[in-house]
């Protein structure tokens, strides 16, 4: 199978949706939802790209940047394709599209247990950062000391 690359779009969302829950390794969250998802890709045009082969969805990459630093989630081939440079192939579109804005460094996160992904990872030449610690919470009302 031959797999075309063309733009992410709103319209991919449910059938992107689906396919990453069935990608080992790709960590799905709150964000992850139709809407959250067509926000992220208004807020960032062009940057991310899905794979379609035989009338589905194959792969993924979604890149977006917050002016200074890209960042690049989901990648996700499927497995009866990896090997064939069609990861590699999304990431590159990704990476020269946050070129293009200007963005000058990236960063992605990759499951601490997701071998595969960080030797992928690895072998595109993407070095692990072990001087910092992430973090995060929900983005609801803080609850007060009493």
């Given at each position: 199978?031959?797999?075309?690359i063309?733009?992410f779009?709103?319209?991919?969302?449910?059938?992107a949706?689906?396919?990453?829950?069935?990608?080992?390794?790709?960590?799905?969250?709150?964000g992850?939802?139709?809407?959250?998802?067509a926000?992220f890709l208004?807020?960032?045009?062009?940057?991310?790209f899905?794979?379609?082969?035989?009338?589905?969805?194959?792969?993924?990459?979604?890149?977006?940047?917050?002016?200074?630093?890209?960042?690049?989630?989901?990648?996700?081939?499927?497995?009866?394709?990896?090997?064939?440079?069609?990861?590699?192939?999304?990431?590159?579109?990704?990476?020269?599209?946050?070129?293009?804005?200007?963005i000058?460094?990236?960063y992605?996160?990759?499951?601490?247990?997701?071998?595969?992904?960080?030797?992928?990872?690895?072998?595109?030449?993407?070095?692990e950062?072990?001087?910092?610690?992430?973090?995060?919470?929900?983005?609801?009302?803080p609850k007060?000391?009493?």
């Amino acid at each position: 199978m031959t797999a075309r690359i063309e733009p992410f779009s709103a319209a991919h969302g449910r059938a992107a949706l689906a396919f990453w829950k069935t990608c080992r390794g790709v960590g799905l969250g709150a964000g992850d939802t139709p809407s959250e998802l067509a926000a992220f890709l208004r807020r960032n045009p062009g940057m991310s790209f899905v794979a379609m082969g035989d009338g589905r969805i194959v792969g993924t990459i979604l890149g977006g940047h917050d002016g200074r630093r890209g960042t690049l989630y989901h990648l996700a081939v499927d497995p009866a394709l990896r090997r064939r440079e069609l990861g590699r192939r999304l990431v590159d579109r990704s990476l020269r599209a946050l070129r293009a804005a200007g963005i000058k460094r990236c960063y992605l996160f990759v499951l601490r247990d997701n071998d595969g992904g960080l030797a992928f990872w690895r072998r595109l030449g993407w070095k692990e950062r072990t001087d910092l610690v992430t973090m995060s919470r929900p983005m609801t009302e803080p609850k007060r000391a009493t």
